[in-house]
Each structure stands twice: as structure tokens, then as C-alpha cells.
């Protein structure tokens, strides 16, 4: 069982709405991550955090904006969807210090964008 | 930039058949390699890693994987597979390529795995 939480776990729109993907872990990792997935395809990095009050662009431009302003909660907000913005996107987080420690992931979120 | 290759984009095997994904990355240097596997409507989840030492890694359930560094390879290997090992499996790869540090791990298009009974 997964100790990192994305809600919704589904979610279907109108182009133009503001969103808001959420993700909390309770482990107390200080390393969290936004990953972009479409299917048959890599995973890419469009955001992460070392911690409190720090956020990073990751490989993949993205339109979405992030906020760390408590350890456990990673939120990730488009503020004008469009279709093009139809993907799965995935949290994760990590031991911050602990060499090449491994991601722990949620469940997802699989945004339609119509 | 670092690349990750998985050459099976979907692989069919029957119950007790051998198993073996290929997994190759681009960059020579000092590297970190991990196998993730995504059961159906589960969350991603690590299967094995290795970081150094012994090349042949063993991980959850039966797997395996063998660092191969004159290859740039680290296949995923399973002697006999289960109707349970149907899964989604991603090779990921992380070294100075990559960001030095595992926030910027580069992942693979992953591999499809059905397991018929």
C-alpha cells in the first residue's frame, strides 16, 4: 500500500478550468516529484521539491506550477487546461540524503482535458 | 542527456516461461539502476536496484537483473514467471547524466508484460 496520496484519482474537464492535482505523502521525505506520463511513453519530470518552500522545473517544459509550503503536501495546479494537457500525472517522493534512495510513487491522477 | 531503452514494448508469455526484458542506457560513466514494476491499478512500486558491488541483483518475487557495464545493459530476469507477474515493467537509469543525484532519474517506455495461465 502506497504511504503517498493523489486525489482525484480521475478527473474529466472543460477546457479553461483551473485545477488543482493533489499529493501528500506521510513519510516525512523531504524530495518530492511531479512525473508526466502518456501512454506506451517514458516517464518525464516536470517538477520537484527538496523541500519546504523549494521547487525545481524538471526536463519536461509544463504549464502546471507547484507549491511546497508543508513537507507532506505537493499540490500541482494548471490554471487554464486544455486538451493538450491530457496525461497521467504521477507523485512521488524520496529520502532527501540518502544516496540514490528509491522513489516511492501514488496512484496517479489521469487528467482528460475536453 | 542520459537515454533509456527498453526494446520490448509488449511481451506475451505463457505461465512458467522464462523471462528476460532488455534494458540499455546511453551514458558510460558511474550509473545507478533500478527496475519499477506497475501492477494493474496499482501505484509504481521498485522491483530491484543496483548501485554497486555484485552486478547480479536480486530483487522482489523472484527477479533479477545483471549489470552489464560493457553493454550499458541491465536486463530483468525471472526463470519461470506467474500469471501475477502481468505488470508494466520500467528500467530507469540515474548518474551524473542525469542530474548526479536520483531526482532526476530518466526512465524507459517500459515494457508490457501479459502472463497467460
Known amino acids: 500500500e502506497a504511504d503517498i496520496y493523489q486525489t482525484p484519482r480521475y478527473l474529466v474537464i472543460g477546457t479553461g478550468k483551473k485545477i488543482t492535482l493533489e499529493c501528500s505523502q506521510t513519510m516525512g521525505h523531504d524530495k518530492m516529484y511531479w512525473y508526466q506520463q502518456d501512454p506506451g511513453m517514458e516517464l518525464h519530470l516536470i517538477h520537484y521539491s527538496y523541500g519546504v518552500n523549494s521547487t525545481e522545473k524538471g526536463d519536461l517544459s509544463s504549464e502546471s506550477t507547484v507549491s511546497r509550503i508543508r513537507t507532506e503536501h505537493f499540490p500541482l495546479t494548471l490554471e487554464s487546461a486544455r486538451p493538450s494537457h491530457t496525461s497521467q500525472y504521477l507523485c512521488?517522493?524520496?529520502?532527501?540524503?540518502?544516496?540514490?534512495?528509491?522513489?516511492?510513487f501514488g496512484n496517479g491522477t489521469r487528467l482528460t482535458v475536453t | 542527456a542520459q537515454s533509456v531503452s527498453q526494446h520490448n514494448h509488449h511481451v506475451i508469455l505463457s505461465e512458467a516461461a522464462s523471462l528476460e526484458l532488455g534494458c540499455n542506457y546511453s551514458?558510460?560513466?558511474?550509473?545507478?539502476l533500478f527496475w519499477y514494476v506497475q501492477y494493474p491499478g496499482q501505484h509504481l512500486q521498485l522491483l530491484l536496484k543496483y548501485f554497486s558491488g555484485d552486478p547480479l541483483v536480486k530483487g522482489i518475487k523472484g527477479f533479477e537483473a545483471e549489470f552489464i557495464k560493457s553493454k550499458f545493459s541491465f536486463n530483468l530476469r525471472k526463470p519461470s514467471v506467474q500469471w501475477s507477474d502481468t505488470a508494466e515493467y520500467f528500467c530507469?537509469?540515474?548518474?551524473?547524466?542525469?542530474?548526479?543525484?536520483?531526482?532526476?532519474?530518466?526512465f524507459g517506455k517500459g515494457t508490457l508484460l501479459t502472463v497467460n495461465p
Open positions: 512521488a517522493s524520496s529520502e532527501l540524503g540518502q544516496l540514490n534512495s528509491p522513489l516511492h
Open positions: 551514458y558510460g560513466g558511474t550509473v545507478n
Open positions: 530507469a537509469v540515474n548518474g551524473p547524466g542525469s542530474g548526479g543525484s536520483n531526482y532526476k532519474l530518466t
